[in-house]
């Protein structure tokens, strides 16, 4: 947000105050003030013009602007009603040389998850790319990916919902029948995930040499505020779990816990395991060398996945499809 503009509303907010007060307390002019005042309202900023001074009455439920007042976290947000793909255009911000900017849409037509999979991304939903130069090492740019995934779940849990991480990214509600109901009672697809519904997903893309990360996009998707008739099977929402939520508040949540984690990269780990409905699991896990079963042990410092396998060994995964199992 622009700094004068974020200063006009910090003034707004604590009370009536005139434009030539505020002129002056800005080091701007009366014309600026009104400008930046007529923005704002353009941007569903409710803000009155009393006898004694302006006034902020009201915040917008959703947008850049929105997002970014408030926001204890170092980012931009350029906010799209309607977007094929954030993280389409946040590569193109990318190469544009932009840092720490947040590609945010309240819909897109052409969301993708991994392996080009698509991504059901309906308006009320949370679709955002993060676009991020970070200081690692490329072998630890997976770490970006793992602290959203504790951001997400952190902010879902907030707002109610009992979330938590399946291995690598994607983060499930636990299915509300699950601990009630024999497994033999229930079908074999009675979940698309198991041991959950799907909530929220995360698709990294990055750019840089051997030795040198260029540029991390990092796309967050969450079914925030979307009726679960508008969600692929198996899928659930903020709302269908618990009711709809302040999308403004959520975001700003997983942004500013993304931005702890960050710059303490030591504690992303810990945290993710402290969340993980994986660790402890029976689970499958389909690689380009074949599939790897057993049981879910534990995460190394950059986040791959160690299974104590049906053979008696233990195989470090790095990248694959990861699915639930019934114990044996």
């Known amino acids: 947000m622009h700094e004068t503009r974020a200063a006009v509303l910090d003034a707004l907010s604590s009370g009536p105050v005139t434009g030539p007060d505020l002129a002056e307390r800005l080091g701007v002019s009366r014309a600026a003030v009104w400008k930046h005042v007529e923005a704002l309202r353009e941007a569903g900023f409710e803000i009155e013009s009393r006898e004694d001074g302006y006034v902020l009455v009201g915040i917008p439920e959703f947008g850049g602007e929105a997002v970014e007042y408030g926001l204890d976290a170092p980012f931009e947000v350029e906010f799209h009603e309607t977007i094929g793909s954030t993280n389409d255009r946040a590569r193109e911000l990318a190469g544009e040389g932009a840092e720490d900017v947040v590609v945010l849409a309240d819909e897109q037509t052409g969301g993708r998850g ?134 403004r508040r959520f975001v700003q949540r997983v942004l500013e816990r993304f931005d702890e984690l960050r710059e303490s990269p030591d504690d992303v780990v810990p945290a993710w395991k402290e969340r993980s409905a994986t660790l402890g699991q029976r689970v499958r896990v389909e690689t380009p060398g074949g599939a790897v079963v057993g049981e879910a042990v534990d995460v190394t410092d950059v986040g791959a996945l160690v299974v104590q396998t049906d053979t008696g060994g233990r195989e470090v995964v790095h990248a694959g499809d990861c699915e639930h199992l019934r114990p044996v």
Do not use: C, Y
Not at 149 to 157: F, K
Not at 194 to 214: C, D, F, H, P, Q
């Open 114 to 247: 991994r392996l080009d999979r698509e991504w059901s991304s309906p308006s009320g939903g949370v679709w955002a790319s993060l676009v991020l130069r970070p200081s690692l090492p490329p072998a630890r740019v997976s770490l970006l990916t793992l602290a959203a995934a504790v951001a997400v779940t952190d902010a879902a849990r907030e707002a109610g919902v009992a979330a938590a991480i399946k291995w690598p990214n994607d983060v499930l509600v636990s299915d509300r029948e699950e601990s009630n109901e024999p497994s033999s009672a229930r079908s074999a697809d009675d979940s698309a995930e198991r041991g959950g519904r799907k909530l929220a997903g995360i698709l990294t893309e990055m750019e840089g040499e051997s030795n040198r990360v260029s540029w991390v996009v990092l796309g967050v998707g969450v079914n925030a505020n979307v009726p679960a008739e508008a969600l692929h099977e198996g899928a659930t929402s903020l709302q269908d779990e618990f009711g709809a939520v302040d999308r």
